[in-house]
């Protein structure tokens, strides 16, 4: 079993930065595709990108060339790196790893991007 825990949301301006980490327990995170999601208020909750054990990183459209994701399989560790962050990116960000049909969740992260 995998244990995760989200941290570095906050508050801030747009146009600002976070970095989100999700700090993982448990088996290693080796083999697991690792993925952000993201759930605004009133809306479902939405894929925002992933990493492969491989390394190969995936985005959806909104977030591309703002966003990055990377893992530090050693630390147990996946974060990412909000860039030019926009109103329209406030949401609780959770943490995703998944292989073949096992998935886990983390808690999530409040990320606010004020206007």
């Known amino acids: 079993q995998v244990q995760l825990v989200e941290s570095g949301g906050g508050l801030v301006q747009t146009g600002g930065s976070l970095r989100l980490s999700c700090a993982t327990s448990g088996s290693s995170i080796s083999i697991y595709t690792m993925g952000w999601y993201r759930q605004a208020p009133g809306k479902q909750r939405e894929w925002v990108a992933l990493?492969?054990?491989?390394?190969?990183?995936n985005y959806t459209d909104s977030v591309k060339g703002r966003f990055t994701i990377s893992r530090d399989n050693a630390k147990k560790t996946v974060y990412l790196q909000m860039n030019s962050l926009k109103p329209e990116d406030t949401a609780v960000y959770y943490c995703?790893?998944?292989?073949?049909?096992?998935?886990?969740w983390g808690q999530g992260t409040q990320v606010t991007v004020s206007s």
């Open positions: 990493i492969t054990r491989g390394g190969s990183t």
């Open positions: 995703n790893a998944n292989f073949l049909r096992i998935t886990y």
